[in-house]
Every structure is written in C-alpha cells, then in structure tokens.
C-alpha cells in the first residue's frame, strides 16, 4: 500500500509514520531524513539545501523529485511505503504519478497555534537523532539526551519565526494538493490534534487494512 502523509509542519505526520511503518513493515520515506543527511555529511547538496531549510522555503522541486525517484526504485518498497514530505507542490505531485501509484493521501488537519506550540518547543540530539519537547516529552535531565547525554538542540527550522514562514509557505504551495487529492478521490482527513496513539488507532480504519 502506497501512502502519502499530507499536513503542515508540526502535524506529527513522522511520529504517525513510524507507528504505521511498524505495524505494517513498509518503509517510511522523509524527505526531511534525506535533506538532514546530506547536509550533516556536507555534500554538494547539502549544503545547497542548509540555507533553504534555515529560512523555512522549500527545497526547488527538481532537487526533491530526483531524490524520491531514486528513493523509490529500492528494493524495499516492494510492500508499499509512507511519502512524508513529499509532494509539496502540484509539480510535484505531477511528477510522482509519472512514476508511481497512490492508493491514498492522508491528510493531517491542525491549527497554526497548536503546531507554533509544537514546534518551537522542539529539542533534539544531533547525533542520536531523538526528538523531545520542553513540555510533552522532556528529558530526564534538562538540555541532555536521555540515551547518549548529549546537549539538546533546537533546530533553526524550529524557531517561532521559522515556523510561522514555513507554515504561510506551506498554506501557499502545499495546501492546493488538498484539493488535488481529493478531486483524484484519494484524500482522507484526520484530526491530528490527539496524542499520537491516538491518532494512529483513528488512521487504521481509514485504511481498510
């Protein structure tokens, strides 16, 4: 089952996936995961990438579907795979149907106020990749990674001024592939504003897994 994870930044969109991907072994796709990696090795791409993401815009969409294009042709997709991230524009989604189906679209709806409350209370462990927040996930000891102890950080993308760009970039770019989908038949809304167990006990349904 091929599924894309459609929502604003701050939705839980990533959380849900790994829920899901782990339910049903099919591999979660993040562009994010993507961009991060190649900018931590300081590729040619990454650092082309670095100063996009900092402002909050999106990366050009020629870099992005070059990367999912070739995401997607390995082996373990076999089953099926989550899209989180992508697409983020009409192009986009244009593009991916030139070289994949979709079964379904799920899109995650929350308000602006809730996901500024997420994100910009967002800390993470550069090397051990775990994410926490000052107030529904806190470490055990403040500033410092449970597993590894080392110093929390916030990233630039998740500071208040960053966040309010990305979400009036998304509400321009991304928003219109809401009714892309839907006009395709393909869209299915849920509330992300519960717990994440919540919300990927309410998904399942809508899957008719």
């Not at 373990?76 to 991230?85: K, P």
């Not at 597993?147 to 916030?154: D, K, N, S, W």
């Amino acid at each position: 089952m091929n599924l894309i994870f459609l929502g604003p930044p701050g939705a839980g969109k990533g959380t849900i996936a790994i829920m899901i991907k782990d339910r049903f072994s099919i591999p979660h796709i993040s562009t994010g995961d993507i961009f991060r990696a190649a900018i931590k090795n300081e590729t040619p791409l990454g650092k082309q990438v670095k100063s996009i993401l900092t402002s909050g815009d999106l990366v050009p969409d020629e870099i992005t579907i070059k990367l999912v294009e070739e995401r997607l042709a390995c082996d373990d997709i076999v089953n099926g795979y989550i899209l989180d991230g992508f697409p983020r524009t009409i192009p986009q989604a244009k593009a991916l149907g030139n070289f994949t189906h979709i079964d379904y679209v799920i899109n995650f709806v929350i308000n602006r106020e809730s996901i500024i409350k997420r994100l910009s209370g967002r800390r993470i462990a550069k090397d051990s990749g775990k994410i926490y927040h000052l107030v529904n996930n806190p470490p055990k000891r403040e500033g410092f990674c449970d597993e590894t102890g080392e110093p929390l950080i916030q990233r630039d993308d998740d500071k208040e001024e960053a966040v309010i760009n990305r979400l009036d970039v998304y509400e321009k770019q991304t928003a219109p592939l809401i009714d892309y989908y839907s006009t395709m038949g393909l869209l299915q809304d849920i509330d992300a504003a519960p717990s994440p167990k919540v919300v990927a006990d309410s998904l399942i349904p809508l899957l008719k897994l």
